[in-house]
T-cell receptor, first 108, second 116 residues
């Protein structure tokens, strides 16, 4: 059974600080990794994808992948109240396997 | 709007009734996925299609659930004899085939089902 593990939170971060979200996965053969953002009552929205070891930056978001440690992270710089949401870590094997999500709360 | 669309957005039904949901994928995407999400959980895979072929079904998908994609475009998900445990958000996603860069899955707005 392939699994994706995340801390459910809530993670509270002051506005303007860096939010750090972490995720581990069980299948060493996984190749495709994603972070989705989900606001309450809404569907998941893709914010980052990463396929190779290292960092990938897109605006205020940086995804980090370490395949040896089976670890994926998401950094959000200059956190804004609008970043308050649940962040879902996901691994793709044709279908997507999601973690349970981490609730992030940005404190104004 | 060229994103994934789902209909209806909300459905309230009584236990034992049948319900059907529709998903229209992004037009150039030949893969279509169905997921179910309950409160506090991540989405769980149900089934997926490549064109009109149903390639995989989850063990979560009981015999009361059936999905079709007859012409390789829109898809329907039917739940027969609904139970209260079927109450959830049903999500549809679409993508191009493959698992590499450029083949990400994009989700529709979901159909929220409440079984009374």
């Amino acid at each position: 059974q392939k699994e994706v593990e995340q801390n459910s939170g809530p993670l509270s971060v002051p506005e303007g600080a860096i939010a750090s979200l972490n995720c581990t996965y069980s299948d060493r053969g996984s190749q495709s990794f994603f972070w989705y953002r989900q606001y309450s009552g809404k569907s998941p929205e893709l914010i980052m994808s990463i396929y190779s070891n290292g960092d990938k930056e897109d605006g205020r978001f940086t995804a980090q992948l370490n395949k040896a440690s089976q670890y994926v992270s998401l950094l959000i710089r200059d956190s804004q109240p609008s970043d308050s949401a649940t962040y879902l870590c996901a691994v793709r094997d044709d279908k997507i396997i999601f973690g349970k999500g981490t609730r992030l709360h940005i404190l104004p | 709007d060229t994103g994934v669309s789902q209909d209806p957005r909300h459905k309230i039904t009584k236990r034992g009734q049948n319900v059907t949901f529709r998903c229209d994928p992004i037009s150039e995407h030949n893969r279509l996925y169905w997921y179910r999400q309950t409160l506090g959980q991540g989405p769980e895979f149900l089934t997926y299609f490549q064109n009109e072929a149903q390639l995989e079904k989850s063990r979560l998908l009981s015999d009361r659930f059936s999905a079709e994609r007859p012409k390789g475009s829109f898809s329907t998900l039917e739940i027969q004899r609904t139970e209260q445990g079927d109450s959830a958000m049903y999500l549809c996603a679409s993508s191009l085939p493959g698992t590499g860069n450029g083949n990400e899955q994009f989700f529709g707005p979901g159909t929220r089902l409440t079984v009374l």
